[in-house]
């Protein structure tokens, strides 16, 4: 009789000891991979997570901590697939309803019971084979059942148009395909913006749409969950015109649709029938991701360079995360200009990698990565750390400092409190709050609202000042600021970045901002200031407080100094 096969482990916690226990758990019933760091777990899961049954993950190591790791895998939509179980000492309540957000499966606090780590180990290990057995049933029955569509849409659901797609595929004729994967830009926003309601009728809308269109040309229409819709269709050029004109013609009809809101299309022509449909809809799905949040491409078409710069992309995070380790990473200094005298009233701290073979790079090059990754929040920690350092050295040296502001994400307010370490920061130096100042990004604040404003209040309540960034660059009304418990606006001088003929909208749009916030008593800078004409214009209409390459290019710490102490 054959030995039964041993579960297979990924241990990833920075404690020996810790690991070692784990392991004298699991000693007969498992074997054990384990990693001391989240970093190199990542590289280790990216090549053998098929071969893994779960995952034991530490919350809190140097580096890259376990929520980190955690976002990785839910990125990677590795967690669909593996369990992930928290163990850690932090019972926080927050962190624990964090990792349960982020995907984990259960949460087991040190120190714990032996007997009951190990079974509920093998009972998640247990649960979710049975539930990949039941979804396999699921899949094996679904092709006789032609009743799964979703109620909204009016729609096949996901594996109801896979398996469709799959059946079409095989009896494949000659007539080139299209896979066309859908979705709304920024439909989060718009949900936040007019409702739940309002979003239910736009995904009706297109919805309606896509099943007049299949009627019409031929091919299967699905809806995927969320904002996400697909087609199979013919490859045909009037097909597609067909499609964009009549979903655009009903956008009119409501305008809300049409702000900023139009959906996105991803197309790839099936080479190969025989390839699994999953992997067909991924390859429109690479083309759709090309053209998300870009304002001025609404259609991509998918090439096979997609997927190396997506490779390429995991090359850059990985590189950037040895430069985060080895502290390669520094704040450069951008200055604040009181515009009437010329003075120097603040600054706002920039990240630059000092590369160790590629030198200075500019923020870029790295940040988007870092963004989209859900890992932008180990660089800003070392820039909170770093700039602080900074500031207090300069008060030491009797150098008047004037307060300099540090960028914080959505990623670092999901990742703990932000007022906490930053107070914990200032305090470990014995800096005053009142000489850092906060900036959040617009677009932060509005898709995250309820969450940054309990963390915005908390920023007050510590004696931190908090800017909102990029003010004009995203989807703000005027009218949202009255609600905002900020200190300053900052507004992105893109509101002028128009054409000759559409300058005078611009301006218009610039001085309602202005004058909103002379109403509410919030002081305003501008920043992305570059030109002289662009001074004498702020200057007449009453804002004094400016951030620009007219003024000055972000500059190392030291340069800054100089320009402090310059007599």
């Not at 229409?221 to 009903?250: H, Q, T």
């Not at 000042?465 to 507004?491: Q, R």
Request: aromatic residues 10%; contains cysteine.
């Amino acid at each position: 009789m054959d030995a039964i096969q041993k579960r297979k482990v990924l241990v990833i916690d920075d404690s020996i000891t810790n690991r070692e226990i784990l392991k004298e758990i699991l000693k007969d019933e498992a074997d054990v991979v384990e990693f001391d760091n989240g970093h190199d777990a990542v590289n280790y899961l990216m090549d053998h997570f098929y071969e893994l049954d779960i995952v034991l993950l530490d919350l809190v190591m140097p580096g890259m901590n376990g929520f980190e790791v955690l976002k990785f895998m839910k990125n990677k939509h590795m967690i669909d697939y593996l369990p992930v179980i928290m163990i850690s000492a932090d019972d926080e309540e927050k962190n624990v309803e964090y990792a349960f957000d982020l995907g984990a499966i259960d949460y087991i606090t040190r120190p714990f019971m032996e007997r009951i780590v190990l079974r509920r180990v093998l009972t998640t290990i247990s649960l979710f084979e049975k539930q990949k057995e039941l979804i396999g049933q699921i899949d094996r029955q679904f092709k006789a059942d032609d009743q799964r569509v979703d109620e909204l849409t009016g729609l096949d659901f996901k594996q109801s148009f896979y398996n469709k797609v799959y059946t079409h595929l095989r009896n494949y004729g000659k007539d080139p395909l299209w896979m066309v994967a859908i979705d709304i830009d920024h439909f989060k926003l718009f949900n936040n913006f007019y409702g739940w309601e309002k979003g239910d009728q736009y995904l009706r809308l297109m919805g309606r749409y896509l099943k007049e269109f299949t009627r019409r040309h031929g091919g299967i229409a699905g809806y995927l969950g969320g904002d996400d819709f697909a087609v199979l269709c013919p490859k045909n050029r009037s097909v597609l015109d067909d499609m964009k004109k009549r979903i655009k013609e009903d956008m009119k009809k409501d305008e809300v649709f049409g702000i900023g809101f139009g959906p996105k299309f991803g197309f790839y022509e099936i080479d190969n029938p025989a390839e699994s449909v999953e992997k067909i809809y991924n390859k429109a799905v690479i083309a759709l991701a090309s053209v998300s949040g870009d304002y001025t491409r609404h259609i991509a078409w998918y090439d096979p360079v997609m997927a190396g710069q997506l490779q390429t992309e995991y090359e850059l995070l990985s590189d950037i995360r040895r430069g985060i380790e080895d502290e390669e990473f520094f704040p450069f200094l951008q200055p604040k200009v009181d515009m009437n005298t010329g003075k120097i009233v603040g600054a706002e701290a920039l990240a630059r990698w000092y590369h160790r073979e590629k030198g200075i790079m500019a923020s870029g090059s790295f940040i988007p990565v870092l963004e989209h990754t859900g890992f932008v929040a180990s660089l800003d920690k070392l820039m909170w750390k770093q700039t602080i350092k900074w500031i207090k050295e300069m008060a030491d040296a009797n150098v008047d400092v004037p307060p300099v502001s540090v960028n914080v994400s959505r990623a670092d307010f999901y990742a703990g409190s932000v007022s906490e370490y930053l107070s914990e920061l200032c305090d470990e130096r014995n800096l005053s709050h009142d000489l850092l100042q906060v900036e959040i990004t617009e677009s932060a604040y509005i898709e995250d609202y309820i969450m940054i404003e309990e963390e915005v209040e908390n920023l007050h309540k510590a004696g931190f000042k908090v800017l909102m960034d990029d003010f004009g660059s995203g989807y703000s009304s005027l009218n949202a600021l009255k609600n905002m418990s900020i200190d300053i606006l900052k507004i992105d001088m893109k509101f002028l970045d128009l054409d000759q003929e559409n300058i005078v909208k611009g301006i218009g749009i610039l001085e309602g901002v202005l004058n909103m916030a002379k109403v509410l008593n919030l002081p305003t800078v501008v920043e992305g200031v570059e030109t002289e004409e662009q001074v004498e214009l702020l200057k007449g209409r009453g804002c004094n407080i400016a951030q620009g390459y007219y003024y000055y290019h972000p500059m190392p710490c030291e340069d800054f100094e100089s320009l402090l102490t310059k007599k």
